[in-house]
């Protein structure tokens, strides 16, 4: 019987994890998949050409170029400017619905990661006061005199991490006073 390394074992819980949180996101209504594949369909330049496509057959069959047809929605075009506003609107919604969704899928996703990044902090500062602890049995003084030391083994306060940044970070004060 072959034993697959430990790490592996790990790697392969976190990438079923993460496999199983892209499943979730996934499992979407019908209406949040159409809106999704038009915004997408609506991206393409292939979609582009076809607006061209259609805009130049539009104005050659209304503005007496094809002489066998005759036009049905002269200039200024009131038929097709309805019908493109029409597009417009239709389009914007189904844009900043999947706009919104993704937003809220990346929120979700960023306290995930900030979750993880506080235990992960946790876990540290807990490593180091063990650390601490055994330079202490072992009388290994210049290692628990360092101030670095200390500083990392203290348990960091991130409410007052988030005050810091925010008055030192240029970019944050900016960005909180555009949101405001």
Excluded: Y
């Amino acid at each position: 019987m072959t034993h697959r390394p430990a790490a592996a074992n790990v790697a392969q819980e976190n990438i079923q994890a993460v496999a199983r949180l892209q499943e979730r996101t996934r499992k979407r209504s019908l209406a949040a998949r159409f809106g999704d594949r038009i915004a997408v369909l609506a991206a393409r330049e292939g979609t582009v050409a076809l607006h061209v496509v259609w805009f130049a057959t539009w104005l050659l069959l209304n503005t007496g170029h094809v002489s066998f047809i005759k036009p049905f929605d002269v200039f200024p075009f009131p038929l097709l400017t309805t019908i493109v506003s029409l597009e417009a609107i239709f389009l914007t919604l189904f844009v900043l619905a999947s706009q919104s969704r993704l937003t809220h899928e990346n929120d979700r996703r960023a306290h995930l990661d900030l979750q993880v990044n506080l235990l992960s902090e946790q876990e540290m500062t807990l490593v180091l006061r063990m650390l601490g602890e055994l330079c202490d049995h072992f009388e290994l003084r210049e290692t628990l005199s360092s101030e670095k030391f200390r500083e990392l083994a203290r348990r960091t306060d991130v409410a007052q991490l988030a005050e810091q940044i925010d008055s030192e970070l240029p970019q944050a004060q900016s960005g909180n006073q555009k949101a405001e």
